[in-house]
DNA sequence: ACCCGGCACGGAACTCAGTACCGTCACAGC
DNA sequence: GCTGTGACGGTACTGAGTTCCGTGCCGGGT
């Protein structure tokens, strides 16, 4: 990874190809394929473990609120960008400039993405429109994310990521925290709502409250 | 294209080599990059005349609402993936299985949204959090589309592929469009009663009672 | 008729990423 | 000693994408 950094910020991407990284490090190219997959990797070497915690974090966690909940799991990403913000930024320098890296950093982004999506998609199941907002919200927290993570990279990691990740997270929830937040099915055993035209008769929504409360 | 395709869909997209495309199709290999920068551009031939009226659509309307101008750019792309709809399945039901095709997808839909974000960004200068509010606002509305699209191609192009976006899209108006129309038509007539038990989280109250005025 | 400009096409050879196969060496165990 | 196992390296291959160059075609000018 150290030599294939070097080469990178002194030549650029593309311009390294695999035999001059193994050479410099003085391993073998299978080697360097046994360890990445791919060319792409060397650049992105911790997104798969941070994928895998933010799956972990959320097949964790069913009693947060659903989308309190993916925040929080963005936020497990800002935490491996913030944990060498030297490193991040030459890579953001390096990913914006190369298409090839660009697309790789799409489709990680997109699995992120998607695991939210998947976890929104269990939480508002059977709901009416239940995969659409899981996928709308996925999509905003993910926006709102790279949002205030960009400006911070464009900033040479100088500045409060955490703060402007914070803030860019709330003005989601702020759009659909309270205005899309949807109803739980397993919800009936502790909340009970019911909804009656005025003019009703009394008794009626006495007995809606009743049954509802078990007392009937 | 049509040797493309055939073979494609008897083997396979990676089982298929550039040489035995233009076996087929009975042209040189040099004339196939000539129309094609790389063979993943066969399968998304009119993704690049889309982008561009869409950033020419972009470009024209600057009176609108923002936010609708930008659901009407999205409708743009739904209206390419109608036009043909069996060739679009094929596609979808191609890409879906074939990761390289998937991150090549990715890039195209990216740049759709950085077309729509650029356009939002512009009509959101000097707005506190601007940027942000067109970042997150892209993004939804790409998430959307792109929600609806594919239950409809999931669905072999059966059914209404317009109603279904029109209504993903009114959800994401909802949650942001300036003139956003609150959805209760008979709302002071009701009468709400929330019953909740002691230690049931807020969030859940306001589920329960979204549901129950129809705000879903 | 002749030449000449551009141009679409095609072929050959090349670069490089990624893969398959195989040989080597070190080290563990009995 | 022998043998299995696992990390490493080398060689040769496939296939995408590029570079260079040669060829035929067509229109216009002289």
Same mark, same amino acid.
């Given at each position: 990874?150290?030599?294939?950094?070097?080469?990178?910020?002194?030549?650029?991407?593309?311009?390294?190809?695999?035999?001059?990284?193994?050479?410099?490090?003085?391993?073998?190219?299978?080697?360097?394929?046994?360890?990445?997959?791919?060319?792409?990797?060397?650049?992105? /070497?911790?997104?798969?473990?941070?994928?895998?915690?933010?799956?972990?974090?959320? !097949?964790?966690?069913?009693?947060?609120? *659903?989308?309190?909940?993916?925040?929080?799991?963005?936020?497990?990403?800002?935490? %491996?960008?913030? $944990?060498? /913000?030297?490193?991040?930024?030459?890579?953001?320098?390096?990913?914006?400039?190369? *298409?090839?890296?660009?697309?790789?950093?799409?489709?990680?982004?997109?699995?992120?993405?998607?695991? %939210?999506?998947?976890?929104?998609? !269990?939480?508002?199941?059977?709901?009416?429109?239940?995969?659409?907002?899981?996928?709308?919200?996925?999509?905003?927290?993910?926006?709102?994310?790279?949002?205030?993570?960009?400006?911070?990279?464009?900033?040479?990691?100088?500045?409060?990521? $955490?703060?402007?990740?914070?803030?860019?997270? $709330?003005?989601?929830?702020?759009?659909?925290?309270?205005?899309?937040? *949807? /109803?739980?099915?397993?919800? *009936?055993?502790?909340?009970?709502?019911?909804?009656?035209?005025?003019?009703? /008769?009394?008794?009626?929504?006495?007995? $809606?409250?009743?049954?509802?409360?078990?007392?009937?």
């Amino acid at each position: 990874m150290a030599a294939a950094f070097r080469l990178f910020l002194e030549r650029g991407y593309e311009q390294t190809t695999v035999d001059d990284i193994v050479a410099l490090a003085g391993v073998g190219r299978r080697s360097f394929f046994r360890y990445f997959p791919s060319k792409e990797d060397v650049v992105f /070497p911790d997104h798969e473990r941070c994928l895998a915690d933010m799956t972990a974090f959320l !097949a964790a966690g069913a009693d947060d609120e *659903p989308v309190h909940r993916v925040c929080d799991a963005a936020r497990l990403v800002l935490l %491996m960008y913030t $944990e060498n /913000p030297a490193f991040s930024v030459q890579r953001y320098r390096l990913t914006r400039q190369v *298409p090839g890296l660009r697309a790789y950093e799409l489709s990680v982004v997109w699995r992120y993405e998607r695991a %939210m999506a998947g976890y929104l998609r !269990a939480r508002f199941a059977g709901l009416r429109d239940g995969t659409l907002r899981a996928d709308v919200i996925a999509a905003a927290v993910v926006a709102a994310h790279n949002n205030a993570l960009r400006s911070w990279l464009r900033a040479d990691g100088k500045g409060d990521a $955490e703060a402007a990740v914070d803030h860019a997270l $709330e003005h989601v929830r702020a759009a659909f925290g309270s205005a899309a937040v *949807p /109803p739980v099915t397993e919800g *009936p055993d502790d909340v009970v709502v019911i909804v009656s035209r005025r003019g009703a /008769p009394l008794w009626r929504v006495v007995q $809606e409250l009743e049954t509802a409360l078990g007392r009937g």
